[in-house]
């Protein structure tokens, strides 16, 4: 694990998306609501929130953080369901990894709610949209 | 959660993929293991077989499940790290999240462990590949 | 922790609920959905099913178990909100904890998302409803 | 969750209770320290202070703190036992949940410790007593 | 991660030792229970147990198991302090790696406990004693 | 658990160690990493990281605490192979646990995946080596 002792502490945010592909049948679905295991989306965003906050527990060199917030929002682009997850810290070290996680988890639980209507769910282009903090500054993806 | 204590035990097993696109620098890099974090594949390996074990903490409605054996294998595609988690379980549901969270908590790790070299890293295509066993039986994506 | 590796696999089932009381304001926007953390109802019960899922990481005597179910659903009895949770499962001891839990988590997370409206809300009579399986077989709270 | 990132770090504190009501059998064996689960205010002291420290993998939306402290103590009032919790952070949000979670396990692991003798044992009025701390200060329950 | 899933269920019991070796002034705070931190012995017996049950959580390549039973005790063997952690399963594989989770943690906890008045305390030998159940059959350390 | 708000911020360092004894086979078979079970270093490292991050979840009376590194090596001392674990921390309490909990469970990983050789392994002598940082200062052991 990278030494951060000597690192400022300063505000970091980051913020990653995930892309959930699916058939008509599971989109249906997830947009009326009518799911027979409830409502997806809040859950999924609950899911991401809480797997963003345990980043440190699940990817092995992360270090463990005090979190000023994590936030999962949801949004239709045609036919794909857009992940996006932010995180936030006052810390010696960034959080894209919580955003990466919190995004993964929050896709996964849609699959997961989903997949008796589409097995072959894909989730898709799961990366970072822009992070800012720290030395190395902002950074947004081209 | 779907009351599944009518349902018959057998072995269940389920296989997923990810895909790991990264800059030529982080390719050489995690290739040669010369990552300063260490040896990434064995790490994202040892990662994706814990997470897989905590699938029933990090997804809302999956069910706690004694596992018989998780695997966690990579494989270069040209500039793409396949990334293939299996799953098996001998209960009384199946065992795809498993599957979908060990290859996308192992996908994760080879993010953490590069992105240092490269940001813009994206995990792509988290599918699942194949199952078998329970009422469904044996189904292959197409 | 007791032994149980002589005792017979059983469908066992546990019930238990949980009262929520809390003042007009904070009951109306729960019941409007209008809370700033969002719909607090899903919330809890997510946070309330995976919390029965972790029962054998919190109470320490308690025997870790495959589940078959948990589930969490609210109902509205004039000014207090009644949280009912049940477990299920095919295994050698009974699940009255899971069930406990999940109704305690669930309520706490009510509190939570309401506390900004009222500081003093208060969880009641946290307790079993009913119980079947095992040796002593079905129980009634009179 | 909400953002504290602009909140100042300050000491803050937050103490809550709940009480367990059980028969006569069930409250002679607890002060007698005679269960067959062993001293169970012991145990119970430790699961709530280890669930207190596992508040935010609990509760959806609250934040991942440092802890400065977190103390449970026992007290009987007649037939109840009182559960008391506090929490002590040095941070930008305040324990509340905390407190109030370890109050809860607290009292769910006397339920379990003792519920072989007293199916019908009920936790009541799990609540707030007292926090400290931060913009909106000290507040005492009335 | 060994598949098991074609090996028979079975009773399987393992039983592992530490040994807590203190200065003088430790071991008169443990043994009256004078400790600041309150009944170490009690604290450490519910964390070994806690842990044990956390096995497969901590050790990357165990299985997930259903436990029928998991017990901690502590004996004065002049001026060490022996640990014993007993555990039990009815699973496909055995639980030697709880038991020695189970014993390590017992006397990490001791070590925390007693640590302000001794830096120096050493844990040594932790080791499996016996085990039972499986292919292998019985297993006695000689 | 000891109230750490009056203390000061600094930054902490603690070392531990511990040692792995196995007979000649186990030896030849971690060293020429031909293990059935893969790359045991490597995983025991990850393994031991991610323990130390836990420290707060296994180890009752323990603060969580932020942490800005931990570090686990291996070192063969002829037929011993050392297990060091070091972490470090800018908060007000130290660090010996985390590190001590990292030695254990790195060692608890070397003997699961060599058990299958010499079941009558043994983790020897678990000890902190150094720490530094708080009102104590440093202390090296003698």
Not at 27 to 46: E, F, W
């Amino acid at each position: 694990m990278v030494d951060v002792s000597r690192k400022r502490v300063s505000v970091r945010v980051a913020c990653a998306e995930a892309f959930v592909r699916m058939n008509p049948a599971a989109r249906t679905a997830l947009r009326a609501a009518t799911l027979p295991k409830g409502d997806a989306l809040v859950a999924a965003q609950v899911a991401g929130i809480m797997a963003a906050k345990q980043t440190a527990a699940l990817i092995p060199l992360t270090h463990p953080l005090p979190l000023d917030r994590v936030d999962v929002r949801f949004q239709w682009q045609r036919d794909l369901l857009r992940v996006e997850a932010e995180a936030r810290t006052s810390a010696r070290t960034g959080v894209e990894m919580e955003a990466m996680v919190g995004a993964s988890i929050a896709a996964l639980t849609i699959y997961d709610m989903t997949k008796a209507l589409d097995k072959g769910i894909t989730i898709e282009s799961v990366k970072l949209v822009r992070k800012s903090g720290g030395k190395s500054g902002r950074w947004t993806r081209k």
